[in-house]
């Protein structure tokens, strides 16, 4: 029950007790990589079709959504409901209300996963606008919500190192923090970045 970041969310899923996530940050290509990791790890691909409940959160209806979450896995060990481009300034009061309450009853057998609208739900550079902090923390206190700041130089330096050689290709530390720096620690900007080099270097070091 807490505000975690990326980094902590493998330990917190691996134990399979949580039954909120809800995500938000800048950094939304890693959000999304995240986000399809857990979706596949909660429903299979097989069992998606009965057990996988997806809503778009411009045209969500409540009552809906309340019944997904408490419907019943079919030939599945749990449900997913997940709610893409969630923003608490577009919920009237009572459908705010309700939807609390709903997630604050959620079955053991359903796991709901909450994907924030991007910039939209920032009222500065890092802090969240008035009515999706409330929300945040109302989730943090019944579930878990991560933050996806965009990442240190030193800590995307090591992602673009690890993805690099997985195709081969070697790059120092230094030239890797540089890369991050030039792309702003964007994550979506960075795998582009890292595909075009891929395939340039052919198995070659990467240098400036």
Do not use: W
Request: some cysteine.
């Amino acid at each position: 029950m807490a505000l975690i970041s990326p980094t902590e969310l493998n330990k917190i899923v691996s134990k399979g007790d949580e039954r909120l996530f809800l995500f938000y940050g800048r950094d939304v290509g890693n959000m999304e990589s995240t986000v399809k990791k857990l979706l596949k790890r909660l429903v299979q691909k097989e069992a998606q079709t009965l057990n996988f409940h997806p809503f778009d959160a411009k045209n969500m209806d409540i009552g809906e959504f309340a019944d997904a979450v408490m419907a019943l896995p079919m030939f599945a060990n749990g449900v997913c409901a997940y709610i893409s481009g969630f923003d608490a300034n577009n919920l009237s009061p009572s459908d705010t209300d309700a939807l609390k309450t709903i997630l604050s009853d959620i079955p053991e057998s359903t796991t709901v996963v909450i994907c924030c609208d991007g910039e939209k739900v920032f009222k500065s550079k890092k802090a969240l606008n008035t009515k999706n902090k409330s929300f945040s923390d109302f989730c943090a206190k019944i579930g878990i919500a991560v933050d996806f700041a965009y990442r240190r130089a030193g800590d995307m330096g090591k992602f673009i190192i690890a993805e690099l050689n997985k195709s081969g290709v070697q790059i120092s530390n230094y030239d890797a923090q540089y890369l991050a720096n030039r792309c702003l620690s964007d994550t979506a900007v960075i795998e582009n970045e890292i595909a075009k080099l891929s395939a340039y270097a052919d198995g070659r070091a990467v240098t400036r």
